[in-house]
């Protein structure tokens, strides 16, 4: 929800938020959520150490609020992505995922639920 001044400056605009994110290849299946989305990628924390380069199979679940009738819709959006960034916290890894494999439908509804939260 909250841009900051480096985020401005992004061409594809990213939003700190939590969804739910599914992310898994032939070796795991982890179910975690975001700490920032914007079309092209996303962050998130992990509990395993997923090396750079690792290709994943991503679902995640865009929380809308409709304002008409107060109720949240719920939007699937599956693509294939790629570690780009590991770093370990305490106990945990923060890792960035670039969508390598997104059809533009996927893509213009993250960029659509972007552009609503920012504007709030």
Not at 35 to 46: D, H, L, P, R, T
Request: aromatic share 6%.
């Amino acid at each position: 929800m909250k841009l900051n001044r480096q985020d401005e400056r992004r061409s594809h605009p990213r939003v700190e938020t939590t969804l739910p994110l599914r992310i898994k290849n032939p070796e795991f299946d982890i179910v975690t959520s975001t700490k920032n989305i914007s079309s092209v990628g996303a962050y998130c924390q992990v509990d395993r150490y997923l090396a750079p380069l690792t290709k994943l199979d991503i679902a995640l679940v865009l929380n809308q609020q409709n304002n008409s009738n107060n109720n949240t819709n719920s939007i699937k959006v599956r693509c294939r992505g790629v570690v780009v960034r590991t770093e370990q916290a305490i106990d945990k890894y923060n890792i960035a995922i670039f969508f390598n494999d997104i059809a533009e439908p996927e893509k213009e509804k993250i960029n659509s639920f972007v552009k609503n939260l920012s504007s709030i």
